[in-house]
């Protein structure tokens, strides 16, 4: 939480997108899990609806228990290892489409996609009111994470760019 690609996320969420669920949902909790956090990022815990977690041991508790883990990335490049994480436990992930420029996921069936504010408080109430897409969405995404981004699929890739065909003379 002290990249600052990171830190523009959350000032974004916890201002533009937040006050827009919380207008109906107040009763919503916003969980930042991240290592180092400033003291910006840290002084957002003083809200009750807010925990900043700081360090911890372990990711995967976190997104088991989170409804949907919500990364509306401003400005970014590559692939975000917090999306895949998020998929691989099977949480629902809500993002930006400039997230996705590395993967080959299908918006609406193994992620959400959303590029406004107003996008990102619907996709989270959406998510917040269907189970049924909580679960096919996370159930989606951690297909898509086993099939694209597991040590077996890696592995056949690398072994694709070193193979090399025989050429007949």
Known sequence: MSYHANISMVKYLVSEIMPRVWVNRPQVKLVIVGKDPTPEIRALGEDSRITVTGTVDDIRPYLWKATAAVVPLVYGAGIQNKILEAMACETPVITTSKTLSSLHVISGDDILVADS?????????????????????????????????SWNAIAKQMLACYTLPIRQS
């Open 117 to 149: 504010a107003d996008e990102f408080s619907q996709a989270i109430t959406g998510i917040l009111d269907s189970k049924t897409l909580q679960s096919k969405v996370g159930g989606n995404g951690g297909k898509y994470v086993r099939k694209h981004h």
